[in-house]
């Protein structure tokens, strides 16, 4: 079960880490108090999840559970190939994402953010104020809110999963932002379709 939950974390924290090089290439410079609530808000995003998650595997009858499982991973996992072809797209083509527009201003920053983590440095000054870090955190939170509550599904430990997201998530945020300003033009650009193929490998896994 732990090798499950290793397999789900590292799928998650891959954003932590190609963001991380992102703001190390980019000079983009957090505290370690930053860095701590970052990872601290995006476990509790994901432990939210799980929980809900689990009120929805209690509803569900046994027999269901490990087909549920299995198809909810392999669509996550496609899912994050596809969003990783969205993501390069709005990328190269960034006249069609300025060209929409949000009712929400916080939304429409939180998903700039998404598919540009370094634009939560909003007054380019090199340095995330706690409010550009919250953003920043929310954002890196999204993929955790929807697979939270397929991992449910996993019966994996609640409390471990948060616990190993953290330290995960803290070793990913320190050693890309170490890499990024060691060798900046070496740096990962995007590393989502590893993420997908982790939740695909997940879902077989489950499977077995």
Known sequence: MFFHILILVFALCLD???AS????T???RLS???IVVFNVICCLCLGISLMFGTFLDSQIP???TKEICFLSFLFLGFLRLFDSAICHYLQQHKFIHKNTSFTLSHLNLMIDIYIDPVKADIDQNQCLSWKEVIFFSLAMSIDSLFTGIMAAFLKVSIPITIITTFIIGEVFTYLGLFIGHKISSHCPKDLTWLGGILFILLAFLKAN
């Open 16 to 18: 932590t880490f190609v």
């Open 21 to 24: 090089t992102a703001y190390g």
């Open 26 to 28: 980019n000079q983009i």
């Open 32 to 34: 370690h108090k930053q």
């Open 62 to 64: 046994e027999t269901f």
